[in-house]
């Protein structure tokens, strides 16, 4: 389970006194194969000691790391295990975040679980991080990793931003050349979770153009779209990268407010701000007009939400937005899940209680994707209109904080 923080609205001034307690709120990983018989590791924590991040000194000082590799979930079957030194050749920051580097043997087998523990040194408690590892598939997108200017490590996430600096590197070192296909394409948001009829949706994309690079030479992309990176134009599956405006994952342009609104408004609504000659003012009136002429309310309300959003779009872009996947979707709706079951291509997301059910489950199928191995769908049911409609209209009344 990944204990993922939910969005909350503080006040600017607190006089709460300070806690100076130790939390691992949440842990992402990644790995990179360097060849068929190692695979490098990268768990990016977020690591606070009170409010303040912690330094990767003293959560040296603090944590050890052990690690379990399982032929599936469920089971006991081990494919190997150890224990992890922490020093300052595995551990650095990267941002807010310590990110751990480690390698481990890779079994010969095409598929294992990846079961991490850190734990607080003379304490019980631990946090697990789960990760699956397709130990065979050797292509771009389990070999390179891509870098920025400000880090040392590999990105988890698969964004970057207009203009940012980054490098493509392999695990093992050394350039080639390659081939990259770009996609100027908007993707469509996750429809509703009722909306249980067939998707008429293309199977293919247009490639807007195309062109080479060298690997481990710095680039810079300068048009927002969707890139996805080859060594070999006959693999079916590339490294997809997903290029995004300066402020990503915020949203600040009005014109880009108005999307995540379609998951509690309704068409007119929508349709009244699109024809809105000054979207800014459109999007003021819509929330005064919810919260009955409320400004405070109002505002409160714009901060949940997209903070939401924001949330949604570090966690969850993949090759588009995160507030766009069917799991943005749910997270922004109903907050981040009360407990998350995952198994070799599946996640089920349970809520203890929301709208007019309790134990409400939400399962997501892994699915094949050309652009990136963690896509996700949601299992759509008509019987979520109940559960969903009410937390909706707790949006609309300014009752979620």
């Known amino acids: 389970m990944k204990q993922i923080p939910e969005a909350q609205v503080r006040p600017t001034q607190q006089s709460a006194p300070i806690n100076e307690e130790l939390s691992l709120i949440a842990i992402q990983s990644k790995y990179l194969l360097k060849d068929t018989t190692q695979t490098k590791i990268y768990l990016y924590v977020d690591a606070f000691k009170g409010k303040n991040p912690i330094s990767p000194a003293d959560f040296i ?10 032929s599936d979930y469920g089971t006991r079957d081990r494919f190997g295990y150890g224990n992890v030194k922490l020093d300052s050749s595995n551990v650095s920051q990267a941002g807010q975040k ?60 698969h964004y970057i931003n207009t203009n940012e600096p980054f490098t493509l590197k392999r695990a093992t070192g050394g350039s080639e050349q390659l081939h990259v296909f770009y996609y100027n394409h908007d993707f469509e948001a996750a429809g509703s979770p009722m909306n249980i009829a067939p998707k008429n949706v293309s199977k293919s994309l247009e490639v807007d153009s195309s062109f080479t690079i060298s ?8 048009k927002e779209g969707l890139y996805n990176i080859f060594a070999d134009t006959t693999q079916s599956e590339g490294l997809g990268i997903l290029v995004v405006n300066e ?14 609104l379609l998951y ?11 024809k809105a000659e000054d979207y800014k003012k459109a999007l003021d009136k819509y929330w ?17 939400f997209y903070g939401r959003v924001e ?35 599946r996640e089920v997301w349970t809520y203890d209680q929301r709208g007019n059910a309790q134990n409400v489950n939400f399962t997501f199928n892994r699915k094949n994707n050309q652009f990136v191995d963690d896509h996700y769908e949601l299992v759509r049911y008509a019987e979520y209109q109940p559960i969903w409609y009410p937390v909706v209209e707790a949006w609309r009344n300014g009752s979620i904080r």
């Not at 734990?119 to 946090?127: A, D």
């Not at 990503?248 to 108005?258: D, E, H, S, V, Y």
């Not at 509690?264 to 699109?274: D, F, G, V």
């Not at 966690?315 to 981040?336: N, Q």
Request: zero cysteines.
């Open 264 to 274: 509690m408004s309704t068409n007119n609504e929508i349709n009244e701000i699109k």
């Open 311 to 345: 949330e949604a779009n570090q966690l969850f872009t993949t090759y588009k937005e995160g507030w766009k996947t069917d799991k943005g979707m749910i997270y922004i709706v109903l907050g981040p899940p009360d407990k998350v079951q995952r198994s070799k291509d």
């Open 215 to 222: 690997s481990d030479q710095q680039l810079a992309f300068t």
């Open 247 to 260: 402020r990503f994952p915020k949203m600040t342009r009005p014109q880009n407010l108005l999307g995540p």
């Open 61 to 70: 000082k603090l944590y050890n790391l052990n690690y379990v590799i399982y």
């Open 288 to 304: 005064l007009t919810l919260m009955n002429g409320n400004a405070p309310l109002a505002q409160q309300s714009i901060r949940s």
């Open 98 to 157: 310590i990110v751990i580097s480690y390698e481990i043997k890779s079994p010969d087998k095409e598929y294992g679980v990846l079961l991490s523990e850190i734990s607080q040194t003379g304490t019980l408690k631990k946090v697990l991080n789960d990760l699956t590892i397709r130990f065979k598939k050797q292509g771009v997108n389990q070999t390179y990793g891509v870098y920025t200017a400000s880090s040392s490590q590999p990105l988890q996430r």
